[in-house]
């Protein structure tokens, strides 16, 4: 039997969804699921929200299939609404290449077909009281699992504005057999990030890679 997991996700359901929200939800959606396989260049952002990271990620890597994972069901919509054309629902062509993953990246990870060049966490759900810091998606066994759906010379890049959450999830890579790498990479401020900026700093980022210093 599998194990239960616990619940990393808050709401699955928001506001209502417009009619064109639903009927993209409804006859696109299923069209965009991915299919483990597929080869070539392989991008994974978990957790999108609304899906302005996932597009930019599109936009920046036209020759790779762009996965993007998310439960919250009006953030599915959202996204959906902003890659297809407002009165044909037909898909803009610069969006080709992104699939959807409406539900629980964990489940998806179940399958080790996938693959991935780069893996994405932008803005993890800080869970912040003490009594739900079993909630918080970067556990050292979730950061392992990632590691064994990452090409050689593959990446995770980690961006958080809650610093009590990003020094936790450095202690949690210690217990995996991941390392922390330098490297470039282009950033948008997301809608999360947005909201929160009364109250944060600045985001801090991580990057993952199997080989110290490489
Ligand atoms: C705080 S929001 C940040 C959204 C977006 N990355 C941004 O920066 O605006 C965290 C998102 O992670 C999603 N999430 C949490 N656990 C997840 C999981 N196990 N699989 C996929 N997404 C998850 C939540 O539904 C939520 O939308």
Redesign the pocket.
């Known amino acids: 039997m599998e194990k239960q997991e616990i619940?990393?996700?808050?709401r699955?359901h928001g506001k209502k969804l417009s009619p064109r929200k639903m009927a993209l939800i409804n006859d696109l959606l299923p069209a965009l699921m991915p299919n483990p396989e597929n080869s070539g260049r392989r991008i994974l952002?978990?957790?999108?929200?609304?899906g302005?990271?996932v597009r930019a990620l599109t936009n920046d890597n036209p020759d790779a299939e762009i996965i993007g994972?998310?439960?919250?069901v009006n953030?599915v919509a959202a996204l959906l609404s902003a890659i297809t054309d407002d009165k044909t629902n037909a898909l803009l062509p610069p969006y080709r290449n992104i699939r959807i993953?409406p539900?629980?990246?964990?489940i998806l990870l179940r399958d080790a077909k996938y693959m991935f060049d780069e893996i994405w966490?932008?803005?993890?759900?800080?869970w912040p009281k003490a009594r739900h810091e079993k909630r918080r998606?970067l556990q050292a066994e979730f950061i392992t699992l990632l590691s064994q759906h990452l090409k050689n010379g593959g990446r995770i890049i980690i961006?958080t504005d809650h610093w009590d959450y990003y020094d936790w999830i450095l202690d949690q890579v210690k217990n995996t057999s991941m390392y922390i790498v330098s490297g470039e990479f282009k950033i948008i401020e997301?809608?999360?990030?947005?909201?929160n900026m009364a109250d944060t700093a600045a985001p801090k980022y991580l990057i993952l890679g199997h080989q110290n210093g490489i």
């Open positions: 619940r990393t996700f808050g699955r952002e978990i957790g999108f929200g609304a302005e990271h994972a998310e439960p919250f953030g993953w539900d629980d990246v964990r966490i932008l803005h993890p759900d800080p998606l961006g997301t809608r999360y990030q947005h909201k």
